[in-house]
């Protein structure tokens, strides 16, 4: 079975300053980790995602994620934050076997607040 | 180009009743996939379809009924509603492949259900 964690149910950062949330995963295979944002009210929109390659993945608006095997850890960073980057995270994994489909397995999200 | 399509937004139904939420893509995207969200708990996967006449179970299938008769649409049915599937509910299509948009999910803006 594939599992996702998300240890921080709330991350606050000031506007500027460097913003990080956390995922862990389980996966049998090898894992294909994805991230998405959810505005309130709204569907969860794709920022980037890891198959293969080069352990940095650099996404949209800004927004980039580490690959660490040996840690199963796949954190997403911004350099900066802004107000509107405030909004609810998730993390996704699936087994990267096509047998496995596209079924992902979401964390249960991190809140995100940037004060001004 | 309208991407995937969930109707109705908001539903209010009694114990009991039975009702379908319709979800359609444009796309031409082979895998479809029901979520459901609820508070604390991330995204979890209600059932999903690797293609036309094609279904399969996800992590919590009980209550819930689908089917995939064109590539194109793919409906939830509650067969008899219970308060525990009060919950947000999302349709996410992708395409299988390569290529930076292979096996990320679009998702829907949502139906919101609530049953009293």
């Known amino acids: 079975a594939q599992s996702v964690a998300q240890p921080e149910d709330q991350v606050n950062v000031a506007e500027g300053n460097p913003l990080t949330v956390k995922c862990t995963y389980s996966?049998?295979?090898?894992?294909?980790l994805f991230w998405y944002v959810q505005y309130p009210n709204r569907g969860l929109q794709f920022l980037l995602k890891?198959?293969?390659?080069?352990?940095l993945v650099k996404g949209s608006y800004g927004f980039e994620a580490e690959f660490n095997k040996s840690q199963t850890s796949f954190h997403l960073k911004k350099p900066s934050a802004l107000v509107s980057d405030s909004a609810l995270y998730f993390c996704a994994v699936r087994d990267g076997g096509k047998a496995a489909g596209n079924k992902l397995t979401f964390g249960g999200g991190t809140r995100v607040l940037v004060k001004p | 180009n309208a991407g995937v399509t969930q109707t109705p937004k908001f539903q209010v139904l009694k114990t009991g009743q039975s009702m379908t939420l319709q979800c359609a893509q444009d796309m031409n995207h082979e895998y479809m996939s029901w979520y459901r969200q609820d508070p604390g708990m991330g995204l979890r996967l209600i059932h999903y379809s690797v293609g036309a006449g094609i279904t399969d179970q996800g992590e919590v299938p009980n209550g819930y009924n689908v089917s995939r008769s064109t590539t194109e649409d793919f409906p939830l049915r509650l067969l008899s509603a219970a308060p525990s599937q009060t919950s947000v509910y999302f349709c996410?299509?992708?395409?299988f492949g390569r290529g930076s948009g292979a096996n990320v999910l679009t998702f829907g803006a949502g139906s919101r259900l609530t049953v009293l």
């Open positions: 890891y198959i293969t390659g080069d352990n």
């Open positions: 996410a299509s992708s395409y």
């Open positions: 996966v049998s295979g090898n894992p294909y």
